[in-house]
C-alpha cells in the first residue's frame, strides 16, 4: 500500500517507517541558493557601472567649471560653502567678507610675497612641484604631517571643490583637474583666483578682504612687510595672525629678495 506518494513499510515496525522517512531528501528546505549569485552579480555591476558614470559626471563638470572661471570670478567655493556648513552645525555666528577684486588691483608686493611662501616655483612647474612632493612625503614618513608640497594650482582647485578634507579620493581627483586647470586658465589667472579666493581667518576670504581686515588698507596699498606678514599666515589661516609672524615674514622677504623681487 502506498500513502502519499512514500513507500510501503512491509515490516510493520514504526520505528523503520520513521528512518525511512528521514532518510529522503527535504528539497523544501535546501533551496538552491546559487540562482542567487547572477542576481548579485548583475547588481553590482549596475552599481560599479553608475558609479563610473556619476564620477565622470563630476569631473566633467568640475573641468566646465575651471573653464568658466577663465571668465567668470567664482561667487563662492567648497571652502566657503564648508565654513558656512560648520558655523551652522555648531550654532556659531558666521559673517562673511569676500570681495574679488583684479590682479592690478594687489600689489605686486603681495603677489610676490605669497609665490615665495607658498609656490615658489610658480612660474616653472606646470602644476605640480615633483621636488616639494617628494620632500613633504619623506617628512610625513618620519616625523607625521609636517607641511604639504602643493603648489598654487592644487591649492586653488582643492579650495574650488574639495574643501580642506584630506583623503586619497580627494588628492586623486585633484591629481586629474590639476593640469587641466593650468592648460585652460594660465598663470596669471590661476595667481588672480587663488588671491581672491583663499582664505586668511575666520570667514575672511581673498586679499582685499584681508587687507582691510588686518591692516584696514585695500591690497593695492598694502606695503612689503605687511604684505609678507599675510602670506606668512596661509598655511594655517585660522590660528596665525601676521603681527605674529615676524620671523616667518623675514624668511619670506629674504626669499623675495633673493629672487629679486
Not at 616655483?121 to 612625503?137: E, L, T
Request: proline share 6%; charged share 20%.
Amino acid at each position: 500500500m502506498v500513502l502519499s506518494g512514500l513507500p510501503v513499510n512491509r515490516s510493520g515496525n514504526p520505528h523503520d517507517y520513521r528512518a525511512l522517512c528521514q532518510s529522503q531528501p527535504n528539497v523544501t528546505e535546501n533551496p538552491d541558493t546559487h540562482t542567487l549569485t547572477p542576481l548579485r552579480e548583475g547588481v553590482l555591476r549596475s552599481f560599479v557601472r553608475w558609479f563610473l558614470v556619476g564620477v565622470a559626471l563630476l569631473w566633467s563638470l568640475a573641468v566646465l567649471t575651471l573653464a568658466a572661471a577663465r571668465w567668470i570670478d567664482p561667487p563662492t567655493t567648497a571652502v566657503h560653502m564648508q565654513r558656512r556648513l560648520q558655523a551652522w552645525i555648531h550654532h556659531k555666528p558666521y559673517h562673511e567678507q569676500y570681495e574679488f577684486v583684479p590682479l592690478s588691483q594687489i600689489s605686486p608686493d603681495f603677489q610676490h610675497a605669497v609665490i615665495a611662501a607658498e609656490d615658489a616655483r610658480f612660474y616653472q612647474h606646470h602644476g605640480f612641484n615633483w621636488h616639494a612632493i617628494q620632500i613633504a612625503a619623506e617628512e610625513d614618513m618620519e616625523a607625521g604631517p609636517i607641511r604639504g608640497g602643493s603648489t598654487l594650482t592644487q591649492q586653488l582647485v582643492k579650495n574650488l571643490f574639495f574643501g580642506t578634507g584630506r583623503s586619497i579620493l580627494r588628492k586623486g581627483a585633484e591629481f586629474t583637474l590639476v593640469p587641466v586647470a593650468e592648460l585652460v586658465l594660465g598663470k596669471h589667472r590661476i595667481l588672480e583666483l587663488y588671491l581672491n579666493v583663499v582664505e586668511w581667518g575666520p570667514g575672511v576670504y581673498g586679499a582685499e578682504s584681508a587687507c582691510r581686515y588686518y591692516y584696514r588698507t585695500s591690497a593695492r596699498n598694502i606695503d612689503r612687510q605687511q604684505s609678507a606678514q599675510l602670506a606668512a599666515i596661509l598655511p594655517l589661516p585660522l590660528k596665525r595672525r601676521p603681527d605674529h609672524m615676524i620671523r616667518y615674514s623675514g624668511l619670506i622677504l629674504e626669499r623675495m629678495r633673493q629672487v629679486g623681487w
